[in-house]
């Protein structure tokens, strides 16, 4: 998911997309422990957005603390 597309968001609904990717992630870790992953290249793009969630929820809260 695009930066812009997640800045669009509110506080609420960024951390629960950030719980279900931690979830999905946490599933995708399962997987590859029993060695069925289909698609590798998801461990990489769920991580890459949940920093992006964290990041964009951080700067918010810098922006509200420095008002």
Do not use: C, H
């Not at 290249?41 to 918010?60: G, H, M, Y």
């Amino acid at each position: 998911m695009k930066a812009a597309e997640l800045k669009s968001l509110s506080n609420e609904d960024l951390q629960s997309k950030e719980k279900n990717l931690k979830k999905e992630l946490f599933d995708l870790k399962y997987q590859r422990k029993i060695g069925r992953v289909e698609k590798p290249s998801r461990f990489k793009l769920i991580r890459r957005d949940i920093a992006r969630i964290l990041t964009i929820l951080n700067e918010r809260a810098k922006n509200d603390n420095s008002k």
